[in-house]
């Protein structure tokens, strides 16, 4: 920087103006106004402690609850679709255990 001239060194320190393009939106970043961007929000909005946790089990456990839906649609698609049963009788406890000692029976 020996070399520069005193007047001249400011202007090498800070950034050079922005062209009208660039203002415009022409280089496809947003503007920038004192470190924030705008139009979007620079801090996230944290959530309620109860709401987080609640989502974080939802997230967890979704694919625990797809299998038992899918487990209760098969049981239902097995007995009444294709057995031909009342399909109220799929949800009854002594219908399972009775197909238990079917199968498991001496």
């Given at each position: 920087m020996e070399s520069v001239a005193q007047?001249?060194?400011p202007n090498l320190l800070?950034?050079?103006?922005?062209?009208k393009k660039q203002r415009q939106g022409g280089n496809n970043q947003p503007e920038r106004e004192s470190g924030?961007?705008?139009g979007k929000a620079s801090v996230r909005k944290k959530r309620h402690p109860?709401?987080?946790a609640l989502l974080w089990t939802l997230r967890k456990s979704i694919v625990p609850i797809l299998c038992v839906?899918?487990?209760l649609g098969g049981?239902?698609?097995g007995y009444a679709v294709l057995g031909h049963r009342p399909g109220e009788e799929v949800f009854d406890l002594a219908t399972?255990?009775?197909?238990y000692?079917?199968?498991f029976a001496d």
């Open positions: 007047a001249e060194r800070s950034s050079p103006p922005a062209s924030v961007v705008k109860a709401l987080r839906l899918a487990l049981m239902y698609a399972w255990k009775h197909m000692d079917l199968v």
